[in-house]
């Protein structure tokens, strides 16, 4: 369990499971999860994008989604940062069950939130919370780079002792000049002074933090309240929206993709849909998702978010047409190649899935 694997001069990919080989806690109900390839291949992928995992929870296997907090500069671990809640199943079997030596199988990497895709002079990355995981990947990719960055690095949190990753960003902060860290608390812990920020981020604060916020590219992740916060500060102070990214698991109706008009699914009309490598066929209504179809039919195609986000139930349709609403989760490539997403795609007809 504690031998080393020499890397190889492999990728991963998700043909292959993770195996865990490390478990760290970073705050309340917070724990990182290292995972490194069996193989022993290293692992590409952009700093932002997240990954799929496959859960063996009582009562069946379930998909969680959680965002790379590593960085693809150091491809021989891979590691995600997961926060608890209450009512949380996949993460609290994780938090209970995970320890190093077992092995899940994983979807990914995936996912366009990333400075790879917006590359920029300066940046600013805004978080809460969990949502701090992306811009610890980002910004450790850049500090690894060895060049000089210009980041302002804000993140809010319930109180001082909750802040994810805080010794580890400080101590790259102190070795460069280009990470300027801002932190915000709600309230302050007992007995340790709090110099910081304090409240919740409005314009002032932002004003304050990063002067020339205008000419900086911004990254926000965190609950959507809290983004919903950041994007109309913003946009009241006159920033170009174009160049504001969030990551996000819940839907946004205003980030859905267009859909023709001729298309549209017929609540009175039945549809047939054949998966051809499980073969099963199955009929059903045509506002129902082929995701609900599928599992009607007693066929499990792996899932996530089921809102058309994280991409995990991506499959490829063979023949027919389907009517499908996403909201970020499949590129325009995929769905030129006839790829779909179960969970928000809606058959038209007679439909011919690859599963």
């Known amino acids: ?41 290293l692992f590409s992928f952009d700093p932002g994008q997240f990954l799929t995992l496959e859960l063996p929870v009582p009562g069946g296997n379930v998909y969680r989604t959680y965002t790379i907090s590593s960085s693809p500069s150091r491809p021989t671990c891979l590691t995600v940062t997961v926060k608890a809640q209450a009512d949380s199943i996949g993460t609290r079997w994780m938090f209970n069950n995970l320890r190093p030596g077992v092995r899940l199988r994983a979807t990914g990497p995936a996912g366009r939130f990333s400075i790879m895709q917006h590359p920029a002079e300066k940046y600013l990355f805004i978080s809460a919370g969990s949502g701090i995981t992306p811009m610890m990947s980002m910004t450790t990719h850049l500090y690894d780079s060895g060049r000089e960055s210009d980041i ?18 400080e101590h790259m902060a102190s070795r460069v000049n280009g990470i300027d860290l801002k932190w915000v608390v709600e309230q302050t812990d007992p007995f340790r002074p709090w110099t910081g920020y304090r409240g919740f981020f409005n314009q002032i604060m932002l004003g304050l ?38 990551e996000s698991f819940q839907a946004a109706p205003q980030q859905a993709e267009a859909v023709p008009a001729d298309v549209v699914p017929d609540e009175d009309k039945t549809a047939e849909i054949e998966f051809s490598l499980s073969d099963i066929s199955t009929r059903c ?4 998702t082929i995701l609900a179809a599928a599992r009607a039919a007693g066929l499990m195609i792996p899932s996530g978010c089921t809102m058309g986000l994280c991409g995990t139930c991506k499959i490829r349709k063979l023949e027919g047409q389907v009517h499908m609403v996403h909201n970020g989760g499949i590129t325009d490539e995929d769905i030129a190649d006839d790829y779909i997403l179960a969970c928000c795609s809606r058959p038209i007809g007679s439909v011919k899935l690859e599963i």
Request: aromatic share 10%; glycine share 4%.
């Open 1 to 41: 369990m504690n031998t080393i694997t020499r890397p190889r001069l492999a990728f991963w990919s998700d043909t292959e499971e993770l195996e865990c080989v490390s478990c760290l806690p970073e705050a309340t109900n917070v724990m990182t999860f290292g995972f490194q390839s069996p193989s022993g291949a």
């Open 152 to 169: 302002v690095f804000v993140n809010c949190a319930r109180r001082p002792s909750e802040i994810i990753f805080r010794e580890r960003l």
């Open 209 to 246: 933090m990063a002067q020339d916020y205008l000419e900086r590219e911004v990254f926000c992740c965190g609950p959507e309240p809290f983004m919903r916060a950041v994007r109309e500060a913003l946009a009241s102070l006159g920033y170009d929206m174009g160049r504001y990214h969030q």
């Open 285 to 288: 209504a045509e506002t129902d």
